[in-house]
């Protein structure tokens, strides 16, 4: 091996990336010359130093708290914590016991305010609208930020079990803005996030179930319009604060 | 229960973690209250996702979570922090492999080193943290951020280079002072 060679691997000799053979190569090179040897040490020194300087910051004990207890929240039936230093035990007394009572009340609730109880449409309207204003709510728009439908739809590769179809609507007036991750019905799933001016319009994409219906459909919700159709084995629903007609314009582009 | 049993789960496999969480954050939002927010943000996604969590390295799977996080509140808080393009030559910095930098490095005090690493663009900076600090492998630190090996490769060594330059310059400089 030459100097130039040592230059390129240095760093994953230092970091003990290499095969065996390499390493045995690099050592060699190394007993011998001076320069590659001081730029090996150096590589190793500041190592050293980052790791001695006391650079990792441990999360702050009332932040570890908050998170457990909106992952309490999160699962809806928990009961709140109290803002005690309480033993973990005490905790999953809590939950063992919280969840199946809240659960119960919840079903109670749900059977009251509806007549024959909600429908799988109705509900997944409702989480569709959820996941939509959350995504608004807490900067999570999108995972993959790009107008490119071939940046878009490779990025799910791998990360779905399935391919969305993804297309760019910026010449019809609705840009694509990017793509994200979502979980609906107990499934990841693919949104794409369109843009129409200052209206967003995200649209929720995972493999239809065998007997969907293919009638399209439409609703409003807190306010929120919402389209759901089935098409080539997908379900869509998309979702906007953007008027019914523009909406529907934007769906019969997309299909 | 289900529910109860994803709880007991997520509480086993990632909470564990938490710390590697805020520190990445810490590093990426170079700010404590915003990594405090990206943090707490990551781990609720984790958990609304844990379901699609098979297995596998669960400190890189939540990374994977709180770096697109962060860095998705950096292109909405301080776009101009990832919109920045390096090119090769431009971020390319004398190289100082003849130079005796080694007993300086070693006087280089916590508060410099800190400014050194703040200072680095977060490419660059996050592949310190993920290796240096968190000790992860390059496979690892290239599948959780998306990127080849190579890459990894090539930001950690401009990375290293730029560290010890400005640890360098800093050094001399406060020598003169």
């Given at each position: 091996m030459n100097c130039e060679e040592i230059e390129a691997l240095k760093h994953a000799y230092a970091d003990r990336e290499l095969d065996l053979v390499r390493t045995t190569e690099i050592e060699h090179h190394l007993s011998d010359c001076r320069a590659c040897s001081q730029a090996y040490e150096n590589i190793r020194a500041l190592s050293s130093a980052l790791k001695s300087s006391d650079l990792y910051f441990k999360a702050p004990a009332l932040l570890k708290r908050r998170i457990r207890e909106s992952l309490g929240a999160e699962n809806k039936d928990a009961p709140t914590l109290q803002?005690?230093?309480?033993?973990t035990l005490f905790w999953w007394q809590w939950l063992k016991w919280g969840i199946p009572i809240a659960g119960t009340a919840l079903i109670a609730f749900l059977l009251a305010t509806s007549f024959i109880g909600p429908s799988t449409d109705e509900r997944l309207a409702q989480e569709v609208t959820a996941n939509h204003v959350r995504s608004l709510m807490a900067n999570?728009?999108?995972?993959v930020t790009s107008s490119d439908q071939h940046t878009v739809k490779p990025w799910f590769d791998g990360k779905l079990d399935f391919a969305p179809p993804v297309k760019d609507l910026a010449a019809q007036g609705f840009p694509l803005q990017g793509g994200r991750l979502d979980y609906l019905q107990n499934r990841p799933v693919a949104a794409l996030v369109y843009q129409r001016h200052k209206h967003f319009v995200n649209v929720f994409i995972w493999p239809a179930t065998?007997?969907?219906?293919?009638t399209e459909r439409s609703a409003v919700r807190q306010g929120y319009n919402l389209i759901h159709w089935n098409e080539s084995g997908m379900t869509f629903w998309a979702v906007s604060d953007l008027n019914p007609v523009e909406l529907r314009e934007f769906v019969e582009l997309i299909k | 229960m289900e529910e109860q049993d994803k709880q007991a789960r997520f509480e086993a496999?990632?909470?564990?973690h938490l710390d590697a969480a805020y520190n990445l954050a810490r590093w990426l939002t170079r700010n404590e209250h915003d990594a405090e927010d990206v943090a707490q943000d990551a781990v609720l996604r984790a958990f609304k996702f844990?379901?699609?969590?098979?297995?596998?390295n669960s400190r890189s799977w939540l990374l994977s979570i709180v770096r697109n996080t962060a860095y998705t509140w950096l292109q909405k808080n301080r776009k101009h922090e990832i919109a920045t393009v390096f090119s090769e030559e431009e971020h390319d910095?004398?190289?100082?492999?003849?130079?005796?930098?080694v007993l300086l490095l070693r006087k280089a005090d916590h508060e410099e080193i800190m400014r050194a690493v703040e200072q680095l663009p977060v490419e660059f900076r996050e592949v310190i943290i993920l290796r240096e600090?968190?000790?992860?492998?390059y496979k690892e630190i290239a599948e959780m951020s998306d990127v080849p090996i190579g890459t990894v490769m090539s930001r950690l060594a401009r990375a290293r280079k730029q560290l010890q330059q400005s640890l360098g310059q800093r050094l001399e400089s406060g020598v003169s002072q």
């Open positions: 803002r005690s230093n309480a033993p999570h728009l999108t995972d065998r007997n969907s219906s293919t | 496999t990632i909470m564990p844990f379901g699609g969590f098979h297995g596998g910095v004398e190289d100082l492999a003849a130079n005796p930098e600090l968190e000790g992860m492998s």
